[in-house]
């Protein structure tokens, strides 16, 4: 699988798995934006405009390296999945999303006052991460591989390793496969320029309407330690999606802790963090 997104518009997700926007104090933040029901995700944000003319050009997905930013400030592992999907249009709007592969993703944040979300996303190069091991989607409906599919992560930090994100299912997102596609959908070709959230159609437009999409699908929960703790320099952080009926949950503990990253039916994203 292609591992250079420079081509591919770069999407997030917000707010589509339950409690993650409370433990990362962002709830205020969207505390205007009104939703088709309570469990829905909050909106999309761009984390990357190809040949965008803004700081969101800068192309910013490495599959090793987490470079800090140099202003001071807090800065989280964000655990994800994140979709690869191609694209087609009809009358300049979204018509088709068609995923393809999916993988362990990081969409480490800023935890910061910011007017849009974007604007704690893309601080320069290394600032996303995405795994080189794609897995392959046979079909993004239930009854498919991701059903089988559950995502953990992990902080190493001075020769320990601690849980930073809790193991749960990927269906355990709140809007997943055809849901969460039509959801996508509308909202890229309906989004406003409200609150935290941009007008990414007219992005799309700018970039002269991309073919293919890299959409991080929203922040799982962290562990108690995840939540209260920030990266440093010479931590590594690891994001791992893993197939239930072939590993564990202890035994992939123990994977991560003897640095063993290429396994059958996982994906694993491991970072080292930088200055």
Known sequence: MNKDYKNFLGLGIAGNFALHLKQAGELEDFKDVITVDEAAPKGVFPFYIPGGSTFLGTYPISNDTIKLPSEEVNVQAEPEVALICRLTY?????????????????????????????LKKNWGA???????????IDS??????????????FLRRGGNVFRYGEDVELTGYSYFYEK?????????????????????????????????????I??????????????????EVIVVLY???????????????????EHEGMSILAQKVID
Request: proline content about 5%; hydrophobic content about 30%.
């Open 218 to 235: 929203g922040a799982t929960r962290y562990t108690e330690y995840g939540e209260t703790t920030f990266l440093q320099s010479g931590d």
């Open 180 to 216: 969460l596609l039509e959801w996508i959908k509308n909202q890229i070709n309906t989004q406003e320029n409200f609150g935290p959230l941009e007008p990414v159609l007219e992005y799309i437009k700018e970039a002269a309407y991309p073919q293919e999409l890299v959409i991080s």
């Open 90 to 118: 009809k009358d300049d709007r979204i018509d088709t999303i068609t995923p393809t592969h999916f993988g362990a993703y990081n969409d480490t944040s800023l935890r910061k006052n910011a007017p849009k979300i974007s």
């Open 126 to 136: 290394q600032s996303k991460g995405i795994s080189s091991q794609l897995i392959e």
């Open 140 to 153: 993004f409906s239930e009854g498919g591989i991701m059903d089988n599919y559950r995502i953990c992560s």
């Open 243 to 261: 197939d239930n009926r072939i590993h564990c949950k202890n035994p992939v503990f123990s994977k991560v802790v003897a640095g063993s990253y």
